[in-house]
Antibody
């Protein structure tokens, strides 16, 4: 069965960096686009970034552009999110999700359990 | 601030029908981008409910249905059950933002 397991969350000071990982299993990881979605405490869902199946295309929400980098290692079935210059407003549960469909029409059919990132001094 | 607007809450008695609207614009739903729907129970990850406007993944009861028209989309739940109490989100793509967007979310309460 499809499994996505995030890790790497924790408490970090403003301005510092953190790297999240998402380990995938139960499907051919290298055939699917992957996404990051976050949810601030008590708030709604916010799309963060998407990476194509081969890593050749990456897109970001304006709120994280220039600070966050999405990447993947298909040999390790792992998705990453490198987060730099973190701000208090980046505090959220971060979910990885598998993308289905063509560019611009994707939906997210499987989600991980999420990892909490808290940005605080 | 999301570009897809949903009512904050809807409620209904068991067995009733409720609908959740998702209002967008000419750069997302009105441009022909598909709308997808997710449900989320407290403390858990979202779950895909409807994809490509009106398709249900296997395992989703046919009590859930989706539709789309113009710059809006709707999720209908018929035969409301206590287990349907959750938060619901629509999702699409916005060409002005060049990214995916979620709706503001709707909490469904079963009276």
């Amino acid at each position: 069965q499809v499994q996505l397991v995030e890790s790497g969350g924790g408490v970090v000071q403003p301005g510092r960096s953190l790297r999240l990982s998402c380990a995938a299993s139960g499907f051919t990881f290298s055939s699917y686009a992957m996404q990051w979605v976050r949810q601030a405490p008590g708030k709604g869902l916010e799309w963060v970034a998407v990476i194509s199946y081969d890593g050749g295309k990456k897109y970001y929400a304006d709120s994280v552009k220039g600070r966050f980098t999405i990447s993947r290692d298909n040999s390790k079935n792992t998705l990453y999110l490198e987060m730099n210059s973190l701000r208090s407003e980046d505090t959220a549960v971060y979910y990885c999700a598998r993308g289905r469909g063509r560019d611009g029409y994707q939906y997210f059919d499987y989600w991980g359990q999420g990892t909490l990132v808290t940005v605080s001094s | 601030q999301s570009v897809l607007t949903q009512p904050p809450s809807v409620s209904g008695a068991p067995g009733q029908r409720v609908t959740i609207s998702c209002t967008g614009s000419s750069s997302n739903i009105g441009a022909g981008y598909d709308v997808h729907w997710y449900s989320q129970l407290p403390g858990t990850a979202p779950k895909l409910l409807i994809y490509e406007n009106s398709h249900r993944p296997s395992g989703v009861p046919d009590r859930f249905s989706g539709s789309e028209s113009g710059t809006s989309a709707s999720l209908a739940i018929t035969g409301l059950q206590a287990e349907d109490e959750a938060d619901y989100y629509c999702q699409s793509y916005d060409s002005s933002l060049s990214g995916y967007v979620f709706g503001t979310g709707t909490k469904v309460t079963v009276l």
